[in-house]
């Protein structure tokens, strides 16, 4: 069936279900090398995403709540990662901006399509210090500071509580390896096709 979007608005159902998806380069999970902590496999895997030719391995999708708990979403990039949290940033007075200043908490989304390959994130955010987001916009082009007032930029970190990297598989015997923060560190459970 062709790829061509149907300009007839009752062909779209059938069409969207006739889609290709998940045809991405699985790879298959050693489940007896998975670190105890999400923060290296994380690495591993964008890293890896990077080197095999993702475009754009740190664009992700930030989920938010409003102050009545009404959710959104939007695209951003990922500015730093390390054992503080997954660090994003934009302006103080952006939809998320207003978001967190209510609900501290945020869910993190990434897709690397070509590696059929996900990691999903969900916790608390806390604002960086205010040299950090300074340091952060003035390390952004001309172009990308200019219209942002002083003081509206900011830094935030998402420290997870639930960490979820899902391994696609065009068989669709899918692996999911599930980090949870205990109170002395992770646990660690994987689901599905493992063994390498
Ligand atoms: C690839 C990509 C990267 C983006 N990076 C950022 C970013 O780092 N920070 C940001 O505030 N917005 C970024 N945006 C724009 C956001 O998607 C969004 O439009 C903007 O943050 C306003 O959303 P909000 O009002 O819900 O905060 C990016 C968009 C795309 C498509």
Same mark, same amino acid.
């Given at each position: 069936m062709s790829t061509l979007a149907p300009s007839n608005p009752s062909d779209i159902r059938a069409w969207l279900r006739a889609l290709p998806a998940l045809r991405g380069d699985g790879r298959p999970i050693d489940a007896s090398t998975l670190?105890?902590?999400p923060l290296p496999l994380f690495l591993s895997w964008i890293r890896f995403a990077a080197e095999q030719g993702v475009p754009e391995p740190h664009a992700a999708t930030l989920a938010t709540? /409003?102050?009545? *708990?009404?959710? /959104?979403? +939007?695209?951003?990039?990922?500015?730093?990662?390390?054992? +503080?949290?997954?660090?994003? #940033? *934009? !302006?103080? %007075? %952006? *939809?998320? *901006?207003?978001?967190? =200043?209510?609900h501290a908490v945020a869910a993190l989304n990434f897709?690397?399509?070509?590696? =059929? +390959?996900?990691?999903?994130? +969900?916790g608390p955010?806390?604002? =960086?210090? !205010? =040299?950090? %987001? #300074?340091a952060d916009l003035a390390a952004r082009s001309p172009a990308a500071r200019e219209g942002v007032a002083a003081g509206d930029w900011v830094l935030w970190r998402l420290q997870p509580s639930r960490v979820e990297f899902w391994q696609g598989a065009t068989d669709r015997r899918h692996t999911r390896i599930m980090y949870e923060a205990t109170a002395d560190g992770w646990s660690l459970r994987v689901q599905g096709s493992t063994g390498a």
């Open positions: 670190p105890e902590e709540v /409003d102050a009545d *708990g009404v959710p /959104d979403a +939007r695209t951003l990039l990922l500015k730093d990662v390390d054992r +503080r949290g997954w660090a994003f #940033a *934009g !302006p103080r %007075s %952006s *939809g998320k *901006g207003v978001h967190l =200043a209510s897709w690397w399509q070509p590696l =059929a +390959r996900a990691v999903r994130l +969900r955010v806390q604002e =960086a210090t !205010p =040299a950090e %987001s #300074a």
